[in-house]
């Protein structure tokens, strides 16, 4: 996008290359604003919520559960997003310019796929998790442990590394002559429809399907087991012990539920409008899109924030410095 100054001159990312591409223009006033909104606010939100998640699971042993673990997992993935790939974006969506050269940029791409497909697999093990928790209650501490959890976590990353890699290389984004199309300042990836097709259907078809059959089930488990404890309740029955535990169970699996559906809503119309290819698509939407993703990883503690006691009163000890305190980690932190 060509655009001209205040002299009529026109302004290269690169001044002294021929092939720089041009800079776009922006006023001082609106390029205050996005640094400011993209940098210090939403980078900084993402980072602080997330770490607030991390040191939370990490610090007290009550919350050394499977779910958390995974839970960890996708904090880690959002508190990497808010820290790498936040700023970078932002500084190429306010300067209009790509100034790290072709090797960053590919690296870049690794990192930004890399961290995509993660938070989705966290997001599919949540609902397996969920789907075992609701649906088979009684298989669940044979089936989902810690040690399993923590390889599938391990598994999740290194595929998720080894897939995007493998699909930057195919697409040789480490070979400038290949993009003759493209100037000196962009960073861009040019896949075919055929890689398209390929990468929608691992990255977006086959982890939205497993996940959402997995919570239709959950629900409509969930709605027998609300229907089965109510009518105890009316009938003066004494609740025991294991449904009280399923009901806890539900009540997990409906907050995870949302923080999957929150993800789902932002995730969707992107692959799906990223698919058609941005000569159909403006480049306006597809950003807008993109960053709706990142503003998503910001939301995850505040939904953890509204729903789980536990998150609240871990916030409070952190804040206040109470985990410095000898045995702090042994605190049962579903009572305070």
């Known amino acids: ?58 610090h007290f042993k009550k919350l050394h559960t499977p779910t958390n673990l995974i839970i960890l997992s996708l904090a880690m993935a959002d508190l990497l997003i808010g820290l790498i790939v936040m700023p970078i974006e932002a500084n190429r969506l306010i300067d209009m310019c790509w100034y790290f050269g072709d090797t960053f940029c590919g690296l870049f791409m690794i990192i930004m796929g890399l961290l995509g497909s993660t938070s989705i697999s966290n997001l599919v093990l949540i609902a397996v998790d969920r789907y075992v928790a609701v649906c088979h209650p009684l298989l669940y501490p044979q089936k989902i442990t810690m040690t399993k959890t923590l390889v599938s976590i391990c598994l999740c990353w290194f595929f998720s590394s080894a897939y995007n890699t493998a699909f930057i290389i195919s697409n040789k984004y480490f070979d400038p002559s290949s993009r003759t199309d493209e100037c000196y300042g962009e960073c861009t990836l040019t896949v075919s429809f055929t890689f398209r097709v390929i990468d929608e259907i691992y990255s977006f078809l086959l982890p939205c399907t497993v996940i959402i059959t997995a919570y ?67 480049s306006t939407t597809m950003t807008f899109l993109l960053w709706t993703l990142y503003i998503n990883t910001g939301l995850n503690p505040l939904i953890y924030a509204l729903f789980y006691s536990w998150f609240k009163i871990s916030v409070k000890h952190i804040l206040t410095l109470k985990i410095l305190e000898p045995a702090s980690s042994l605190i049962d932190i579903f009572t305070g």
């Open 216 to 282: 239709l089930r959950i629900f409509y488990v969930v709605n027998q087991q609300v229907k089965v404890i109510n009518s105890m309740m009316k009938s003066g029955k004494c609740v025991m012990e294991s449904s009280v535990r399923r009901k806890s169970e539900s009540k997990a699996a409906l907050t995870l539920g949302i923080i999957v559906t929150a993800y789902l809503l932002c995730f969707i119309p992107y692959y799906i409008l990223s698919l058609i290819g941005t000569t159909v698509i403006s």
């Open 1 to 58: 996008m060509a655009y001209e100054t205040e002299d009529h001159d026109t302004q290269y990312c690169f001044p002294a290359i021929n092939s720089s591409c041009i800079k776009g223009k922006r006023s001082r006033h609106e390029y205050n604003i996005m640094y400011v909104f993209f940098f210090s606010l939403l980078s900084a939100w993402t980072v602080f919520l997330n770490l607030l998640v991390i040191i939370s699971i990490s």
